[in-house]
């Protein structure tokens, strides 16, 4: 069975989310554990999924083809 790319693509566009999801929550329980409010857990935790994703989507689209860079 022949997948396409564009089906390949939006699974992997789910997968990382899903990956994304669950590693914020891993990132705001750490930082709960290492004394952390539960407000300033979850801004360092977005601020981390926020930059993985961004990386993500880069890395997509040099994947597909599409010039994203930055100087």
Not at 15 to 21: K, N, P, Y
Not at 40 to 68: F, K, S
């Amino acid at each position: 069975m022949i997948v396409n790319e564009d089906l390949t693509n939006k699974v992997v566009a789910w997968a990382t989310e899903i990956g994304l999801r669950e590693l914020r929550r891993e990132l705001v329980t750490a930082a709960q554990a290492e004394g952390a409010t539960p407000r300033d857990a979850a801004i360092v935790a977005d601020a981390c999924v926020d930059a993985a994703r961004r990386i993500m989507t880069e890395l997509l689209a040099l994947r597909a083809g599409v010039p994203q860079g930055r100087a």
